[in-house]
């Protein structure tokens, strides 16, 4: 079983910037792919950002040029960076990981989410 924990949500005025982490434990054999989603109130949940084992990232275009998403492999983490940010960013953001358990199986896990809030 694999546990992920987010963190970094927040209230900022618009033209601000956050950094959401998401930390992941337990039976994981490798992490595949680690991505970002977000789900507004009266919508459905969509996804922000991903990004492969190899590096390779992908984006939605509402948020490219301003998100970044990166990982660190060694703790099992990955981050986005959301710089200049609108209020239509305002979200609960959730953290995905795609990975292989140490049994052999692969599956996929998600974080409890963290609320973003932009004022404008």
């Known amino acids: 079983q694999v546990q992920l924990v987010e963190s970094g949500g927040g209230l900022v005025q618009a033209g601000g910037s956050l950094r959401l982490s998401c930390a992941a434990s337990?039976?994981?054999?490798?992490?595949?792919?680690m991505g970002w989603y977000r789900q507004a109130p009266g919508k459905q949940r969509e996804l922000v950002a991903r990004?492969?084992?190899?590096?390779?990232?992908n984006y939605a275009d509402s948020v490219k040029g301003r998100f970044t998403i990166s990982r660190d492999n060694a703790k099992n983490t990955a981050y986005l960076q959301m710089n200049s940010l609108k209020p239509e960013d305002s979200a609960v953001y959730y953290c995905?990981?795609?990975?292989?358990?140490?049994?052999?199986?692969?599956?996929?896990?998600w974080g409890q989410g963290t609320q973003v809030t932009v004022s404008s």
């Open positions: 995905n990981l795609v990975l292989r358990f140490q049994n052999g199986l692969p599956g996929d896990s």
């Open positions: 337990g039976s994981i054999f490798v992490i595949n792919t």
């Open positions: 990004i492969t084992s190899g590096g390779n990232t």
